[in-house]
C-alpha cells in the first residue's frame, strides 16, 4: 500500500460519518471528545517545529505509537515529526477528526478504565492495557479510532528510512536500479498479411 492509498484509507476513518456509523458509541465519543481540553500548557516543549501537532497531540500519538509498533523511546522524536508530516496533508475535516482522537485517547483513561490519569501519564505496562482495550473493544467507534491510530503510527514510521534496515527493505528502485524488462515483443505484422496467410491456409 503506497502513501496516497493509506492516507486515503486513514481519511475514510477519520470522519464523523464514519464514527457516528458505528452507533451509540461513536455519538458518544465524540460528545466526550468535545467537552475535552485542548490546551498543552503541562506538556513537554517539542524539539522539532511542527506543523500541525500541538504539543499535547504530539505526545499522545508519539507515545501511543511506540507502544502499539513497540519502539524505543528514543524513535518518538523522528515518528512525531513523520506523523505531523502526514496530517498537513489531510483534508480539514479529517484533520479536526484527528484533533478529536488523540483528545479522548488521552483522556478516555477517565471514561473507560475509571483512572484519574491521563494516558500519556500511564505507566508503560497501563498503556499496553489501555490500547489493548481500544482494540478489543465491543464499542466499534473505539474499534475505528484504533486502527487510524495504529495506521498514523506504523506510516510515521515505516516511511523513514530509518526503519528500512528493520524490515529488510533496501529502499526504493526507481531512479536508483535500472529496470529491464524481461518480455521478447513479436513483430508487427500487418492485418493484410495475416489475412493472406488465413486464406492461404
Not at 509498533?69 to 479529517?94: H, K
Amino acid at each position: 500500500m503506497d502513501d496516497r492509498t493509506t492516507l486515503e484509507a486513514l481519511r475514510l476513518d477519520l470522519t464523523r460519518r464514519r464514527l457516528l456509523q458505528t452507533g451509540f458509541g461513536g455519538v458518544l465519543l465524540l460528545a466526550f471528545g468535545a467537552v475535552l481540553p485542548s490546551g498543552c500548557a503541562r506538556y513537554s516543549p517539542v524539539e522539532r517545529s511542527l506543523r500541525f501537532l500541538t504539543r499535547k497531540e504530539f505526545a499522545v500519538v508519539t507515545q501511543a505509537g511506540v507502544r502499539i509498533l513497540g519502539l524505543p523511546d528514543s524513535a518518538r522524536e523522528s515518528l512525531g515529526g513523520s506523523i505531523d508530516g502526514l496530517l498537513v496533508d489531510l483534508p480539514p475535516t479529517s484533520q479536526s477528526q484527528a484533533r478529536l482522537m488523540l483528545r479522548v485517547v488521552e483522556h478516555g483513561t477517565i471514561l473507560f478504565d475509571l483512572k484519574p490519569r491521563r494516558f500519556t501519564r500511564l505507566t508503560p505496562v497501563e498503556q499496553d492495557a489501555y490500547l489493548r482495550g481500544w482494540m478489543e473493544s465491543t464499542l466499534g467507534a473505539r474499534r475505528v479510532i484504533f486502527r487510524a491510530l495504529k495506521a498514523l503510527a506504523a506510516l510515521g514510521y515505516y516511511a523513514q528510512t530509518a526503519s528500512f534496515a528493520e524490515i529488510g527493505y533496501d529502499g526504493p528502485w526507481i531512479g536508483r536500479i535500472e529496470a529491464t524488462g524481461r518480455v521478447a515483443h513479436e513483430v508487427p505484422v500487418d492485418l493484410a498479411t495475416v489475412l493472406a496467410a488465413r486464406r492461404a491456409s
